[in-house]
């Protein structure tokens, strides 16, 4: 049972234009989510966060929005560039010292 | 600051051996978290210790997998005997502590394949 699901398996966009990566999640009860990015032969590194009392957080080229009523993250890379070309991942938790759940990952590609 | 040390970065066996897996975490982050990744999933969470004891080993198999984190600094994964399905990244993390919102630090991970 994937609790939380990236349904886009890859994503290609110009350099320069908006990436959007989606993420849903079943369980009302994960307070918080993460987005962590991951090039080949490297661990995931930290993105970005939001807490679940808010509805957007936003970080340089990087916002991600939330959507509780309908169990909805997003986040938006403007603008792309090629260096941002990686997999990327949804993370949720539910509550203090709870693991986090992942997502299967999103693979984004930035064209020149 | 040095990040997440994992070694090996590369191991095969073959099935039914034994193999372990070595993580040094950040200075000092009392938690430290070890991941599996198989090809095309996210990690998931097989043991999590805060300092030397264990706070979540439930997707543990535990009938060959073992884990240990001496003295609460590093940390070590075993695997004994491997079977085919254990081949994916095995995954290192630490942080500061699990009661705030921290977010976690990865290391490189080791490839395992199993044949």
């Known amino acids: 049972d994937q609790q939380v699901k990236q349904n886009s398996p890859s994503l290609s966009v110009q350099e320069g234009r908006i990436s959007i990566l989606n993420c849903d999640y079943t369980?009302?009860?994960?307070?918080?989510f993460l987005w962590y990015k991951k090039y080949p032969a490297e661990g995931p590194t930290f993105l970005i966060s939001i807490s679940s009392i808010k509805d957007k957080n936003e970080d340089g080229r990087f916002t991600v929005f939330l959507n509780k009523s309908a169990k909805h993250l997003s986040l938006h890379i403007v603008p792309s560039q090629p260096g941002d070309s990686a997999v990327y991942f949804c993370?949720?938790?539910?509550?203090?010292?709870?693991?986090?759940?992942w997502g299967l990952g999103t693979s984004l590609a930035v064209n020149p | 600051e040095a990040g997440v040390a994992q070694s090996p970065r590369y191991k095969i066996i073959e099935k039914r051996q034994s193999v372990a897996f070595w993580c040094n975490p950040i200075s000092g982050h009392a938690t430290l978290y070890w991941y599996q990744q198989i090809l095309g999933q996210g990690p998931k969470l097989l043991i999590q210790?805060?300092?030397?004891?264990?706070?979540?080993d439930s997707q543990l198999p535990k009938d060959r997998f073992s884990a240990e984190r001496l003295k609460g600094v590093d940390s070590t994964l075993k695997i004994q005997p491997a079977k085919l399905e254990d081949s994916a990244v095995y995954l290192c993390?630490?942080?500061?502590?699990?009661?705030?919102?921290?977010?976690?630090?990865f290391g490189p991970g080791t490839r395992l394949t199993v044949l």
């Open positions: 993370a949720a938790r539910a509550g203090n010292n709870r693991k986090l759940i």
């Open positions: 369980n009302s009860m994960f307070d918080y």
């Open positions: 210790f805060q300092n030397n004891g264990v706070v979540d």
């Open positions: 993390a630490s942080s500061l502590a699990t009661h705030v919102y921290n977010e976690q630090f």
